[in-house]
């Protein structure tokens, strides 16, 4: 029997928004993921030690204070760091078309901003993770 799919959601930075997170958190357990969320104000440092301790499939970043271009290649490079370059990296909240690309680049498997679907998500990550939508 296939264990569930682990996913982290957190919030990196000084952003204390976090009823979109929230929202996402309840929609991936609702579709089948056991999901962990780290709540706001967390460090770069500290997900990745809580993605290894919890030991997660896929890292969910909800960032909204526009610091995605400086938060997001910090929690990779610490995943990295600490062995943990196969999890699978997504970010969600108010990130501009324009950045899309550069975090795709550095290794995030989706960008969602306000609205998504979150079959969309679900997509993305079974997509990620090489599996088939039942």
């Given at each position: 029997?296939?264990?569930?799919?682990?996913?982290?959601?957190?919030?990196?930075?000084?952003d204390g928004h976090?009823?979109?997170?929230?929202?996402?958190?309840?929609?991936?357990?609702?579709?089948?993921?056991?999901?962990?969320?780290?709540?706001?104000?967390?460090?770069p440092e500290m997900?990745?030690?809580?993605?290894?301790?919890?030991?997660?499939?896929?890292?969910?970043?909800?960032?909204?204070?526009?610091?995605?271009?400086?938060?997001?290649?910090?929690v990779i490079e610490?995943?990295?760091?600490?062995?943990?370059?196969?999890?699978?990296?997504?970010?969600?909240?108010?990130?501009?078309?324009?950045?899309?690309?550069?975090?795709?680049?550095?290794?995030?498997?989706?960008?969602?901003?306000?609205?998504?679907?979150?079959?969309?998500?679900?997509?993305?990550?079974?997509?990620?993770?090489?599996?088939?939508?039942?």
């Amino acid at each position: 029997m296939d264990r569930k799919v682990r996913v982290l959601v957190a919030k990196p930075g000084l952003d204390g928004h976090d009823r979109g997170a929230k929202v996402i958190a309840r929609a991936l357990r609702d579709a089948g993921y056991e999901v962990i969320y780290t709540g706001i104000r967390q460090t770069p440092e500290m997900i990745a030690e809580a993605a290894l301790q919890e030991d997660v499939d896929v890292v969910g970043l909800s960032i909204l204070s526009g610091a995605h271009m400086a938060l997001v290649p910090r929690v990779i490079e610490e995943l990295r760091r600490l062995g943990m370059e196969d999890v699978v990296v997504l970010v969600g909240g108010i990130i501009p078309d324009e950045d899309v690309p550069a975090l795709l680049d550095m290794g995030v498997a989706g960008v969602f901003g306000p609205g998504t679907l979150t079959s969309e998500i679900v997509e993305t990550i079974e997509n990620a993770l090489g599996r088939e939508l039942a």
